[in-house]
């Protein structure tokens, strides 16, 4: 005889209609789900902070607008998820409000490193050309110069009717400072040299300076070391030589070329003095220029003025997102713990009228 296990009722299998659906909680769990929430602090495990501090990421707006995923202003995105991690560890937000304000606190901070980025970029615009910037300066000084000292000294003479106001001794004070300016910059300091270096090679190979040497060295020495000018005028062209009357006694020749070799030696080791004077002026040169360079850099340490006004603002901005943000989030949590939480303080701090 064959044993057979009863039949279950069909009517008490579950259907799959009747899985899908979920039977409704009782207003009595629904309190105690309330009470619950109230006394909740946050997920306490390691696994469930991790999850929780995802979810910021995953279901946040502004994390998809606030990072520049794109073109040469792009962001890591990877550090800002990182940041918002990092906030909701240390906040542990629960509920999308919290969530939202928390990720609004990151996008504050984010925001604010544009703020820091933008004003170093606006000192960098500056200090990365400052050198260029100021070695053209001193060359555009130094070719002026230059232009004035090569320039007739009869147009500063009294009878220059181009400006009668200036007096004879400010126009002459005016070629001096020209003059004067070409031992500032290198530029002025090697035209210098190479017109004394012509001036040795002309001695030395003609026995004399040219008018046009002469002409040059007494526009750029003659207002600032008059005596070596007129010293190198002696040592100019011989003058044309005129026929000996029968009455005048011969001269003796070489007594005269003695004279002359002198003369010449006197003026090559004047010339030396002053080439090595030069040298000296350009090392003054270099250390006053790496000077002049590193006091302009420290000067740009901090942005222009309209640079300046436009990034205060825009952080001022920010940091009232920021505060508002953390105390709304600050409040939310504590109202969550069940704490009793005043109204917020609003003050006006306009007139009255």
């Known amino acids: 005889m064959s044993l057979q296990q009863p039949s279950k009722d069909s009517s008490a299998r579950p259907s799959p209609a009747n899985t899908s659906r979920k039977r409704p909680a009782s207003e009595r769990k629904v309190q105690a789900n309330r009470r619950n929430g109230i006394r909740s602090t946050g997920p306490k495990t390691e696994r469930g902070k991790r999850t929780v501090a995802r979810n910021a990421i995953k279901h946040g707006v502004l994390a998809r607008e606030v990072v520049i995923t794109a073109g040469d202003g792009e962001e890591s995105l990877e550090e800002f998820n990182d940041s918002v991690q990092q906030l909701c560890e240390y906040y542990k937000p629960v509920g ?43 060359s555009d000084k130094a070719n002026l110069n230059l232009v004035l000292s090569e320039m007739d000294s009869g147009l500063f003479s009294v009878t220059n009717q181009a400006d009668q106001q200036v007096s004879t001794r400010d126009r002459w004070s005016a070629m001096q400072v020209a003059q004067s300016n070409l031992r500032r910059h290198h530029s002025g300091l090697a035209y210098l040299s190479a017109l004394l270096t012509i001036a040795k090679s002309e001695i030395a190979s003609e026995g004399y300076i040219s008018e046009e040497i002469l002409k040059k060295i007494l526009g750029a020495f003659g207002l600032w070391d008059c005596l070596f000018a007129l010293t190198c005028l002696h040592a100019g062209p011989p003058e ?18 003695e004279q002359t070799d002198k003369k010449r030696a006197a003026v090559v080791a004047y010339i030396d003095a002053q080439l090595e004077s030069i040298s000296g002026f350009k090392e003054y040169a270099t250390q006053r220029e790496n000077l002049a360079l590193d006091a302009e850099a420290r000067s740009f340490s901090l942005p222009p003025a309209d640079a300046t006004d436009k990034l205060l603002r825009y952080e001022a901005h920010l940091d009232r997102q920021l505060y508002r943000a953390m105390d709304q989030l600050e409040r939310l949590q504590r109202q969550r713990r069940g704490e009793n939480v005043p109204p917020p303080l609003n003050i006006n701090l306009g007139r009255r009228r």
Do not use: M, Y
């Open 96 to 138: 999308f409000v919290e969530e939202s304000l928390v990720q609004t606190i990151a996008t504050c901070w984010w925001r604010k490193a544009r703020v820091i980025r933008a004003e170093n970029g606006e000192i960098r615009k500056r200090l990365d050309t400052v050198a260029v910037d100021g070695a053209l300066r001193d």
């Open 240 to 257: 044309t030589k005129t026929e000996d009357r029968p009455s005048e006694k011969a001269v003796d020749e070489q007594v005269v070329d």
